[in-house]
Each structure stands twice: as structure tokens, then as C-alpha cells.
């Protein structure tokens, strides 16, 4: 079994600023991690991956992640935001084997003022 | 294009009835999966299918029924037996084994 957990439930920040979303998970194997986003009403799209290699992965805009396996985080870094980073981001993980289900995080909710 | 589409973008029922959300995929996925979202909690499983004619239970099942006649369709309904079934519903695919999931744009729906 796994667990994530997304450590702030809300990130407010103004644009042109750095962000990091965090997020910790627990599992006794092997794990694929995600970052999803979702803006209001919409379903969810993915935003980076980790499967294996480079343990920093990075977006088309912007958006990196680095895999760190001793401290068992995948936070979720932008150097400078924009209005329209303004939505729901999930941290997701997923056993890199068998069912392949993923557990999703609670979100974060990421508000970027003018 | 391909994609999952969802309808009704929003569903509105009276309690003690049964409802039917609909979820079409056109990407050629073996798997999909079915999601409640409520505000704060992200998103919990409630049933998932890897192929055909085959389904499994996921954290939150009671209360929801599924079928998975053909590749392309997975439809959720939503019994009288689910207590709180006022939720956002998202489905999802992946190719089977995948790791990445696909989703459609969801479906609200409110019970009163």
C-alpha cells in the first residue's frame, strides 16, 4: 500500500514569484510519481512524470520535480509563476509493478495574485 | 481527436433515485477508472476496470455500480444505497499497465 501526502492545502504567491508545491508519499515498493493539475471544473491533466533515470523531471511550461527517494518527496518547483498557474495540483504515486492503481494527494490549491 | 468524454457535464436528481453517469474513451485503453472528488479530499477510487467484462472495487464502492460491456465504455451508477452522492465524478484510462491516466472533463452531480 502507498500513501501521499501534499503538505499545504493552499499556496498563495504573487506572480513572478518562485513556488514550490510539496509532497511526501509512503510505499513498501517500487513507485512511479505524478503531478497533475486541474482547473476549475475541468478534469485533470498531467504535468510531469517520474518513472526512472534523471530524478529531475520537467514540464513544457515551467514546471520541474525532483525525485528524492531518501527523503521521499517529488516536490513540485516553478521560478516564476503566472496568473494562469492558478489551479488544483495533485501529487499522485503509483507502484512501479502489478496493479499499477496510483493514490492521489489531498491537492493544493496554488492562488497567484497579480 | 482522442480523448474521454463525460455527459452530462451536470446531473441534477431527486435522493432515492438511481443515476447513470456515462464515460466514452476513444484512445484504445485497456483500463478505466471511476473517481469521487470532494472538496479537500482529492480523489478516491471507486471501481476500476483493467479489461473487458472485468471489474474491481475500489476504496469507496458501496453504493456504486459499473459495467464494462466494451472497451470504449465505462458507465457509473450512482444507487439509491450511496448515503452522500453529491460529488464531482471523473473517469479515467490508461493503457494497460500504464502508468500515466487520461481524464475525461467530469460530471457534477447533485442530489437533493
Known amino acids: 500500500a502507498q500513501s501521499v501526502t501534499q503538505l499545504d492545502s493552499q499556496v498563495p504567491v504573487f506572480e513572478e514569484a518562485p513556488v514550490e508545491l510539496r509532497c511526501n508519499y509512503s510505499?513498501?515498493?517500487?513507485?512511479?510519481l505524478f503531478w497533475y493539475v486541474q482547473y476549475p471544473n475541468q478534469g485533470l491533466q498531467l504535468l510531469l512524470k517520474?518513472?526512472?533515470?534523471?530524478?529531475l523531471v520537467e514540464s513544457i511550461n515551467g514546471f520541474e520535480a525532483e525525485f528524492n527517494k531518501s527523503q521521499t518527496s517529488f516536490h513540485l518547483r516553478k521560478p516564476s509563476v503566472h496568473i494562469s498557474d492558478t489551479a488544483e495540483y495533485f501529487c499522485?504515486?503509483?507502484?512501479?509493478?502489478?496493479?499499477?492503481?496510483?493514490?492521489f494527494g489531498r491537492g493544493t490549491s496554488l492562488i497567484v495574485h497579480p | 481527436d482522442g480523448g474521454i468524454t463525460q455527459s452530462p457535464k451536470y446531473l441534477f436528481r431527486k435522493e432515492g433515485q438511481n443515476v447513470t453517469l456515462s464515460c466514452e474513451q476513444n484512445?484504445?485503453?485497456?483500463?478505466m477508472y471511476w473517481y469521487r472528488q470532494d472538496p479537500g479530499q482529492g480523489l478516491r477510487l471507486i471501481y476500476y476496470?483493467?479489461?473487458?467484462?472485468?471489474?474491481q472495487k475500489g476504496d469507496i464502492a458501496e453504493g456504486y455500480s459499473v459495467s464494462r460491456e466494451k472497451k470504449e465504455s465505462f458507465p457509473l451508477t450512482v444507487t439509491s444505497a450511496q448515503k452522500n452522492p453529491t460529488a464531482f465524478y471523473l473517469c479515467?484510462?490508461?493503457?494497460?499497465?500504464?502508468?500515466?491516466?487520461?481524464f475525461g472533463p467530469g460530471t457534477r452531480l447533485t442530489v437533493t
Open positions: 479515467a484510462s490508461s493503457i494497460q499497465g500504464g502508468n500515466e491516466q487520461y
Open positions: 510505499s513498501s515498493v517500487s513507485v512511479y
Open positions: 517520474y518513472l526512472s533515470g534523471s530524478t
Open positions: 499522485a504515486v503509483s507502484p512501479s509493478g502489478g496493479s499499477y492503481i496510483p493514490t
Open positions: 484512445l484504445n485503453h485497456d483500463a
Open positions: 476496470s483493467q479489461i473487458v467484462n472485468d471489474f
